[in-house]
């Protein structure tokens, strides 16, 4: 798990109005409303490394038994720490899916979890991995761990890329954490805000004109 200072990250605000800082000159409008980088793209790509090596060497096939390893991330969120992380673990696995709202809309903070869908085939007797993007208060794992078990999971384990400093996410149990964050609305790397945002390479947070919604990015 890695802590963020608080001189690490003010040390990378941006200006108003700045653009890509990755230098490519996509999405103007995008980086104009971000206020500072949270957790660069290069920082996520080495976590997600550490994370997969972890998974990796907990579910060898010599520690399930022959059992068999479902990834089943939290859609849509997970979807883009879902491909980073699967590519790196070098074992038979399959995937399912489950979709769950909690910041529906222009919501900061989780509304509380709905279970929308689920397409997951047949876990029964497998061992499964359950990826979420993010943990705040707890209410996604706490809907769809049980919901696996119910559908005849030998084990399941769960991984978060970031958990919010917050009682209530600290004290949910998970088996796998990338980054300990600051309480703080944050969106890229797959999280959205309003559905935008979620193709930015690393994590943010927005500028308060933004989320007020005073002006649209494109």
């Known amino acids: 798990m890695e802590r963020l200072s608080r001189s690490a990250t003010a040390s990378l605000r941006m200006r108003p109005g700045a653009v890509n800082p990755h230098g490519r000159g996509i999405f ?6 971000i206020d500072r980088i949270l957790i660069s793209h290069e920082r996520i790509a080495e976590k997600v490394r550490q994370l997969a090596g972890q998974i990796t060497a907990d579910h060898a096939p010599d ?3 022959g059992g068999e390893v479902m990834i089943v991330p939290i859609m849509t969120g997970a979807m883009i ?17 489950m979709t769950v709202s909690s910041y529906p809309g222009q919501s900061v903070r989780s509304q509380g979890a709905q279970l929308l869908g ?4 047949n876990v029964r007797g497998r061992h499964v991995l359950v990826l979420d993007d993010i943990l705040d208060s707890g209410g996604t794992l706490g809907a769809v761990v049980p919901a696996v078990r119910a559908a005849g999971a030998a084990a399941v384990k769960t991984c978060v890329l970031l958990r919010k400093n917050r009682p209530v996410a600290m004290q949910t149990p998970v088996d796998y954490v990338g980054f300990d964050i600051p309480d703080e609305f944050v969106v890229g790397y797959g999280l959205d805000y309003n559905d935008y945002y979620r ?14 919604g005073q002006k649209k990015s494109t």
């Open 118 to 121: 689920k397409k997951l085939g």
């Open 81 to 97: 720490f879902c491909a980073d992380l699967i590519r790196n673990i070098p074992i038979a696995m399959q995937i399912g899916l």
């Open 199 to 212: 193709n930015l390479p690393d994590i943010v947070t927005l500028r308060p004109q933004a989320i007020a």
């Open 28 to 33: 103007p409008a995008m980086y104009a409303d």
């Open 63 to 65: 520690k399930l038994n």
